[in-house]
């Protein structure tokens, strides 16, 4: 079963939708930015238009956890720790954040590769004007 969900938020100066999408795989999102705040219609037209076009982020594993009641004290002592350890963000914030250094990674070494083969080209191009230098003495 996959559950889908859709929050608007305005993040200063523009309104943003998060795509959320959660199955047997885990939990996935995809940021969208949509400039001025959209009407319901546009969201419903955006979706329809756009849905296999989004590109969400790697799987993030959820592990549900069941429903007891805990003192609020201690609710609010493992709720700071928790904060301590996961690091400030909800989970679409923190599934966004992976995307980013990913694509961060793919970026400086695609640029290296880049950099690599323009050197190399260079080089190449160095050589055959040495060659071309020689062959005319």
Do not use: Y
Request: with cysteine.
């Amino acid at each position: 079963m996959t559950t889908n969900s859709l929050t608007v938020l305005f993040e200063d100066p523009f309104w943003i939708g998060l795509f959320e999408e959660i199955d047997h795989q885990g939990f996935r999102v995809c940021k969208v930015t949509f400039g001025a705040e959209p009407t319901e219609k546009e969201l419903m037209q955006f979706i329809d238009k756009n849905w296999n076009q989004l590109q969400f982020s790697q799987t993030v594993d959820v592990t549900p956890t069941p429903e007891i009641r805990k003192n609020p004290k201690r609710q609010l002592r493992e709720a700071k720790k928790q904060m301590q350890l996961q690091g400030i963000g909800t989970k679409s914030q923190q599934a966004l954040k992976l995307q980013q250094e990913q694509n961060k990674i793919e970026h400086k070494q695609r640029s290296k590769a880049e950099r690599e083969a323009k050197k190399q080209r260079q080089f190449d191009l160095r050589q055959a004007k040495k060659k071309e230098k020689h062959r005319g003495h």
